[in-house]
């Protein structure tokens, strides 16, 4: 594989993608196919060789941008999507329009063009999960972790069109023998990731002498991966998985958000309990934890980044060290989720 397009190369998880693609394999040419809306950023890309890495600005349900571009290359990582939950609640349209519309339109060109093609997706495609604390055997049963057999069931607009694109990918391999793969993954942290996001919004909050916020009572679990892990799974995927697989990603990192909420004020020195309840987001899901055995036993591939208080401790030091990256934004995203007394 030596040249691939990486749709949402300049997002939180396709730029960290793309920085693990160039520091462990040099010779891959990358093309990162990106339309740059809010959550994408051109310095997310910076430092990077130039001679390997080529951002093309523009939408992936552009038909014949994107078939232009997969006739020059070898393999599509897709990760570009409309991401926030929260958004989507407030309008659904450009969800559609991108997760749907947009893997339409790529793997349409895979096809025509016999290309491989990955899928990246999320673990919300299944809906969520009861609490450890209401289940028999403690989130360890039958059932009890998300597999690449449970049923989907979605909760939002967002997780909707997700699991409607993931759809599609199965059934154009089935179908038409696209030579596709498809991962879920949990939530993902680290570096790049947009301040409307909980993790790096409790910090930018912070930093900025702003109370964080927790919503409702806070007992939602995530399962969270750091994002370097979710890259090396993604080669590992792309590059050792077998064709029309589904592999679930995860680093068995549940923690629950109030959990996350005072690690977080434990590392930057402030009292515990110093943030402020606002209103849940509607139909929150509950619990979200990843069985990713297939993943580790087929591809051989582990997790590094095991130890979240330690990799929570560097991505605030990396909020603190790129203070230009977020600060101008800050006021408007704060203004946004205020109006909905978030
Ligand atoms: N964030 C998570 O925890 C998580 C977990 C599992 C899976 N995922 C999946 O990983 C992928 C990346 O997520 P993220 O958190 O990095 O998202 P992000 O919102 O940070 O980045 C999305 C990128 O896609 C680009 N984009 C949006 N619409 C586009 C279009 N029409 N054409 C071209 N580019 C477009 C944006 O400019 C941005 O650079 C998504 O598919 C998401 O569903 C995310």
Known sequence: ???????????????????????????????????????????????????????????????????ELVQETDA??????????????????????????????????????????????????????????????HGEGEGEKFTDQTPYNPSS?????????DLL????????NLQATISNCSN????YQHI????????????????????????????WIHTNDHSSAVWAILTKGKIGETYLIGADGEEDNKSVMELILELMDQPNDAYDHVNDRPGHDLRYAI???????????KPEFTNFRDGLADT????KDNRDWWEAEKQAVEANYAKNGQ
């Not at 929260?86 to 997760?99: A, E, I, M, Y």
């Open 188 to 191: 993902n942290y680290g570096p």
């Open 76 to 137: 599509v990582v897709h990760y570009a999507a409309e991401s926030h939950n929260d958004n989507s609640l407030k309008d659904p349209f450009p969800f559609v329009q991108t997760n749907i519309i947009g893997t339409y339109t790529l793997i349409e060109a895979c096809r025509k063009n016999d290309v491989r093609y990955h899928h990246v997706s999320t673990d919300e495609v299944y809906g969520d999960l009861p609490l450890r604390e209401d289940l028999p055997g």
């Open 196 to 223: 409307e996001k909980f993790i790096p919004r409790q910090i930018t909050n912070v930093l900025s002498g702003i109370r964080p916020k927790l919503y409702g009572d806070g007992k939602n679990v995530r399962d």
């Open 316 to 319: 605030i030091r990396w909020y």
């Open 157 to 165: 607009p967002y997780s909707s069109t997700k699991a409607g694109s």
């Open 169 to 176: 990918v199965k059934a154009w391999v089935r179908s038409f």
């Open 1 to 67: 594989m030596k040249k691939i397009i990486v749709t949402g190369g300049a997002g939180f998880i396709g730029s960290n993608f793309v920085h693990y693609v160039v520091k462990h394999h040099p010779e891959v040419q990358v093309t990162v196919l990106d339309k740059l809306t809010y959550a994408g950023n051109r310095a997310n890309l910076a430092g990077l060789p130039e001679e390997q890495v080529k951002l093309v600005v523009g939408d992936i349900a552009d038909a014949k941008l994107v078939n």
């Open 291 to 301: 069985d990713s055995t297939k993943l580790r036993q087929e591809l051989d591939w």
